[in-house]
């Protein structure tokens, strides 16, 4: 699952009253300077969120809290908020293949073509893609929480219809191709 990680950007005082609390909290903290906000490795399965008090060039999803005092619960407000946006904002374009799927509307589209997928699909291609290489146990799994082994045709069946729905809007055959007894996606 993504995680979620608090940059605080040379603000000590705010750092070390969440600090204080951070075994409460839903995300990791991070307090650091320009230096080394600049040695950051950013994973792109975090989400990432930096609080300043004053604007700074180059940083995105920076959170400016120059309006204090506030209370606690408030400033935690505005960071889950932010948090939930930027949450909002990544699903909305992820890269499979030439593909962008859109998560939030459960869309893949190429050029201006759309394919409106359902919640299996979904999931199916985000596992797929994330693993490269997936056996139909794997999916059985983990996709569809079954044991893996029960006998069924469940996951070859929805890999059926989703290669004809991809061939009927986008032409492409391809999408999803078997691989050393697996699936993985072009």
């Not at 975090?46 to 809290?65: A, E, F, H, P």
């Amino acid at each position: 699952m993504h995680s979620k990680i608090l940059i605080i950007y040379e603000y000590k005082n705010l750092f070390e009253i969440l600090n204080e609390i951070a075994e409460s909290l839903n995300f990791k903290i991070l307090y650091c300077n320009k230096k080394e906000y600049d040695q950051i490795k950013f994973n792109p399965n975090n989400n990432y969120l930096t609080i300043s008090q004053k604007k700074i060039d180059g940083i995105n999803n920076l959170l400016i809290l120059d309006n204090l005092p506030l209370k606690l619960e408030k400033i935690l407000e505005i960071i889950n908020i932010n948090f939930l946006k930027n949450k909002f904002v990544n699903q909305s374009n992820i890269k499979i293949g030439k593909y962008n799927l859109d998560l939030n509307s459960r869309k893949i589209s190429f050029k201006d073509k759309n394919l409106d997928l359902t919640e299996r699909e979904t999931n199916l291609i985000i596992f797929i893609n994330d693993r490269k290489n997936v056996s139909v146990k794997d999916l059985q799994k983990n996709v569809w929480d079954y044991s893996p082994n029960l006998e069924t045709h469940t996951v070859e069946t929805h890999i059926y219809r989703l290669r004809k729905k991809m061939k009927e809007i986008f032409g492409d055959e391809d999408f999803i191709f078997n691989i050393n007894n697996g699936y993985s996606i072009n």
